[in-house]
């Protein structure tokens, strides 16, 4: 993975103030650095409701670990609640627990890859135009 130089205030405010004017690519920066924070806004709310969904999975695991091994236990199926022995529906949590964790991680990573991304673009742009542009997010 590469390193990524980090320019302090003061190097955004001597950096790039003999020549400011936008060129084609810097441009195409700017506007992937708009997209990519469109899309990292989006991809955290995602994460949040999965992370939820995850808390909430976590709480049913714990309270079925209560239940009495000859019960039926409720287990919401789609729209609808079915009664299940304990050990088939443990059996469907942890699945859909498995699920969410994958999720989870996906999520996670995509939001570390374009976060990466974001700060090359963030270095780029701040080398070139110093703080006559405003990338803080």
């Known amino acids: 993975m590469m390193q990524h130089r980090?320019?302090?205030?003061?190097d955004e405010a001597t950096i790039g103030t003999e020549d400011n004017e936008v060129r084609r690519e810097d441009q195409e920066?700017?506007?992937?650095?708009?997209?990519?924070?469109?899309?990292?806004?989006?991809?955290?709310?995602l994460l949040k409701g999965k992370q939820k969904d995850k808390e909430d999975l976590e709480e049913i695991s714990t309270?079925?670990?209560?239940?009495?091994?000859?019960?039926?236990?409720?287990y919401k199926i789609g729209d609808s609640f079915v009664r299940l022995p304990?050990?088939?529906a443990q059996a469907l949590l942890s699945a859909s627990t498995e699920k969410?964790?994958?999720?989870?991680?996906k999520l996670e990573d995509g939001l570390s890859?374009?976060?990466?991304e974001m700060q090359q673009l963030k270095v780029a742009l701040?080398?070139?135009?110093?703080?006559?542009?405003?990338?803080?997010?």
Request: hydrophobic fraction near 35%; charge should be negative.
């Open 6 to 10: 980090m320019l302090s205030k003061e």
């Open 29 to 45: 920066k700017i506007n992937r650095f708009s997209r990519l924070h469109q899309r990292e806004a989006t991809l955290e709310e």
């Open 63 to 74: 309270e079925l670990e209560l239940a009495d091994e000859d019960e039926l236990v409720p």
């Open 86 to 88: 304990l050990e088939e």
């Open 100 to 105: 969410i964790d994958a999720e989870v991680a």
């Open 113 to 116: 890859d374009l976060r990466d």
């Open 126 to 137: 701040y080398a070139r135009f110093g703080r006559s542009i405003n990338l803080e997010t």
